[in-house]
């Protein structure tokens, strides 16, 4: 179950972004480990709690997608959006002002500034002054730049496709992978079938010196490529999905939900298993409001089964394979 931000802040659902700043700024101010001597344990983890949910309230896309999807956040996203990142920053000053300390933010946002050259501890207790003035460390850098640069960069994937011949699938194989002048080794284990993808975890920062995955595909000569999820949208929705003769599942996400990706090793599995008897489709609900809407999508994963153009069956949330199965195989 979703956390309950609004309750965490104590603001009513339908509090305005004014209100929702507020009561953001007045709790983080009484929680300031300072003012809990003691406790500071306890007010470190409220104060993250605190963070988490203003993320999320204080930015209204994330908000509207937490209200519809009951999206969850993580502490540092406050730095991904300058509505939260401007007050994040002005509650800074307030510490400042107050004569409170900084150096307990290292671990509240440890995470998203591990590997750069800051430390909250380089602001003085009292460092602060008018709102007017702009915010800056004690060696000139202002806080703005620091919470951009600490955005980790997204990760971006690298494809390779590797062919080997049916002996080769049957008793395994190694081979070997060259990305920038260096060599990758790898390890393709026996009984692999075309389709197969291999994940190379990381590995785009030993080659490029940044995050990322290396994924192989494995095709193997002579055998025809397994069946696999097919992505559609509003423009096509009506020919791929209702007018297909066979039964349809369609597993309605979005890339920011975390027990979607659970679902979708489920959904890629199946739809090899049950290759030419029922048809696997995936809609991304944030770019294709027309189906989402139509179909009243307020909670996600859902899996809709759909059979002659109309849904028969639905399946909501991050459930067992054993459960998708057994309503599949009902209306097959």
Same mark, same amino acid.
């Given at each position: 179950m979703a956390k309950d931000y609004y309750q965490i802040l104590g603001v009513p659902r339908n509090a305005n972004g004014e209100q929702i700043k507020k009561a953001y700024r007045k709790l983080a101010m009484k929680h300031h480990p300072d003012r809990n001597p003691g406790n500071e344990k306890w007010a470190n983890e409220k104060f993250k709690e605190l963070n988490e949910a203003f993320s999320i309230l204080g930015d209204p896309e994330k908000k509207r997608q937490y209200d519809q999807f009951g999206t969850v956040g993580e502490v540092s996203d406050i730095f991904g959006s300058p509505h939260t990142r401007t007050t994040f920053e002005d509650l800074m000053k307030d510490f400042g002002g107050s004569g409170l300390g900084f150096d307990f933010l290292d671990n509240i946002f440890g995470d998203s500034l591990r590997g750069r050259s800051f430390s909250f501890k380089t602001f003085g207790r009292g460092f602060g002054g008018s709102r007017r003035m702009r915010f800056e460390t004690p060696g000139g850098i202002n806080l703005e730049q620091i919470f951009n640069n600490a955005q980790c960069p997204r990760s971006q994937n690298a494809r390779y496709e %590797?062919?080997?011949?049916? @002996?080769?699938?049957e008793q395994g194989v190694e081979r070997d992978l060259v990305r920038k002048g260096k060599k990758l080794r790898v390890k393709i284990p026996a009984g692999v079938k075309t389709g197969r993808r291999i994940r190379l975890r990381n590995a785009l920062q030993l080659t490029d010196s940044q995050p990322g995955d290396i994924l192989i595909q494995i095709k193997v000569k002579g055998e025809m490529m397994a069946a696999r999820v097919i992505e559609v949208n509003d423009g096509n929705f009506e020919d791929k999905v209702?007018?297909?003769?066979?039964?349809?599942?369609?597993?309605?996400?979005?890339?920011?939900?975390?027990?979607?990706?659970? %679902?979708?090793?489920?959904? @890629?599995?199946?739809?090899?298993?049950?290759?030419?008897r029922v048809k696997f489709c995936k809609l991304n609900v944030d770019e294709n409001r027309l189906a989402a809407g139509k179909y009243q999508v307020m909670s996600i994963p859902l899996l809709l089964l759909f059979k002659s153009g109309k849904v028969i069956e639905q399946i909501i949330g991050a459930v067992s394979e054993l459960t998708v199965r057994t309503k599949i195989e009902a209306v097959i």
């Amino acid at each position: 179950m979703a956390k309950d931000y609004y309750q965490i802040l104590g603001v009513p659902r339908n509090a305005n972004g004014e209100q929702i700043k507020k009561a953001y700024r007045k709790l983080a101010m009484k929680h300031h480990p300072d003012r809990n001597p003691g406790n500071e344990k306890w007010a470190n983890e409220k104060f993250k709690e605190l963070n988490e949910a203003f993320s999320i309230l204080g930015d209204p896309e994330k908000k509207r997608q937490y209200d519809q999807f009951g999206t969850v956040g993580e502490v540092s996203d406050i730095f991904g959006s300058p509505h939260t990142r401007t007050t994040f920053e002005d509650l800074m000053k307030d510490f400042g002002g107050s004569g409170l300390g900084f150096d307990f933010l290292d671990n509240i946002f440890g995470d998203s500034l591990r590997g750069r050259s800051f430390s909250f501890k380089t602001f003085g207790r009292g460092f602060g002054g008018s709102r007017r003035m702009r915010f800056e460390t004690p060696g000139g850098i202002n806080l703005e730049q620091i919470f951009n640069n600490a955005q980790c960069p997204r990760s971006q994937n690298a494809r390779y496709e %590797i062919i080997i011949n049916r @002996e080769e699938s049957e008793q395994g194989v190694e081979r070997d992978l060259v990305r920038k002048g260096k060599k990758l080794r790898v390890k393709i284990p026996a009984g692999v079938k075309t389709g197969r993808r291999i994940r190379l975890r990381n590995a785009l920062q030993l080659t490029d010196s940044q995050p990322g995955d290396i994924l192989i595909q494995i095709k193997v000569k002579g055998e025809m490529m397994a069946a696999r999820v097919i992505e559609v949208n509003d423009g096509n929705f009506e020919d791929k999905v209702l007018k297909c003769k066979m039964p349809v599942v369609v597993d309605f996400w979005a890339p920011w939900c975390g027990p979607c990706r659970m %679902i979708a090793p489920i959904t @890629e599995k199946l739809a090899e298993e049950y290759q030419g008897r029922v048809k696997f489709c995936k809609l991304n609900v944030d770019e294709n409001r027309l189906a989402a809407g139509k179909y009243q999508v307020m909670s996600i994963p859902l899996l809709l089964l759909f059979k002659s153009g109309k849904v028969i069956e639905q399946i909501i949330g991050a459930v067992s394979e054993l459960t998708v199965r057994t309503k599949i195989e009902a209306v097959i």
